[in-house]
């Protein structure tokens, strides 16, 4: 280490020169470290994103299935849900949907702010708490703004819509049939994707024919994704989709480079800057206190000579 003196024969601030210096040569490593905090927030965007896509994927599971619209009577016996249930049941559904396609819509279209970069140590110092907050509030908004995973998943699901289940009775065969509809497309509207549920129209249907209603809803295939129901179709998307998000914050096959790893170079990329800026601080220091043993000797030789002609 090297020992640092810092002034007192020359009378000079050494401590505050060598920091500006330095304050200079940490340019890059600021650099870095905006990078890197900017690649964690997008990685906890997505982590966010992930929860709500599991949450929703988990609350439809079992109604994907047959079974998942049955229940057991008084005697024990295995029997469809009533018409209310089911309309309930149904409800349920489309309310988990329309808040999931909401976060997905209000991701896609947040806004991005330009000049809201992530703050440096040194600017957060000279800034108060509330507004440290509100500055990364705006540095944060939008990283997944147009997402390519986040937009898949959403027309995805905004295309169940218009979508037929193949093999299914016909008069039941698409979700218009029983009752279910989207508004019409607006660019950047919150409603964008959005199920809008004509209850009448669902009750029907299932006084009608509640098999085919079941069947729409919960149809599986092997082969074939269009012979699907609904609620299969939907689980799967989302399914695909948390895998990609989790694939992107940490790696896998046939993957771009993980967030992870991108965040792990940088933060070897720092170390090693550091270690560079240190040994730069270090020669400064041996600098200075070279420039202050010279003034000492130059001192010394002036007081002595003074004192030759006394």
């Known amino acids: 280490m090297t020992m640092r003196i810092t002034g007192l024969t020359s009378g000079m601030d050494i401590d505050s020169m060598i920091s500006k210096l330095m304050k200079a040569e940490h340019i890059p490593v600021d650099k870095l470290l905006q990078k890197k905090q900017t690649l964690q927030w997008k990685k906890e965007s997505y982590s966010s994103i992930n929860l709500k896509l599991s949450s929703f994927r988990e609350s439809i599971s079992s109604s994907r299935f047959s079974g998942g619209w049955n229940k057991l009577d008084a005697a024990g016996d295995t029997v469809r849900l009533s018409e209310d249930e089911m309309v309930t049941k149904v409800k349920d559904i489309l309310s988990k949907y329309n808040d999931l396609v909401s976060n997905l819509n209000g991701t896609l279209t947040e806004d991005v702010y330009r000049g809201y970069a992530p703050l440096t140590s040194d600017q957060k110092n000279d800034m108060k708490d509330s507004d440290i907050a509100a500055w990364e509030s705006k540095a944060k908004s939008g990283l997944l703004r147009n997402d390519d995973i986040m937009k898949k998943a959403f027309n995805e699901l905004r295309g169940l819509a218009s979508a037929k289940v193949t093999g299914a009775d016909s008069d039941y065969d698409t979700l218009s049939e029983l009752g279910i509809t989207t508004p019409q497309y607006m660019k950047n509207s919150p409603e964008n994707g959005k199920l809008i549920l004509d209850e009448a129209k669902l009750r029907k249907a299932i006084k009608d024919n509640p098999d085919s209603v079941v069947q729409a809803f919960t149809a599986q295939s092997a082969t074939d994704n269009t012979a699907k129901g ?39 990329k720092v170390t090693e800057w550091n270690a560079k800026l240190n040994k730069k601080e270090d020669r400064y220091y041996k600098m200075f206190s070279a420039m202050e043993k010279a003034i000492a000797n130059g001192n010394a030789q002036s007081s002595w000579l003074a004192q030759q002609f006394q």
């Open 230 to 268: 609904f609620i299969q179709r939907a689980f799967e998307i989302v399914d695909t989709a948390m895998i990609s998000v989790s694939r992107k914050i940490s790696g896998g096959m046939n993957t771009a480079e993980s967030l992870n790893s991108q965040i792990g170079k940088i933060e070897t």
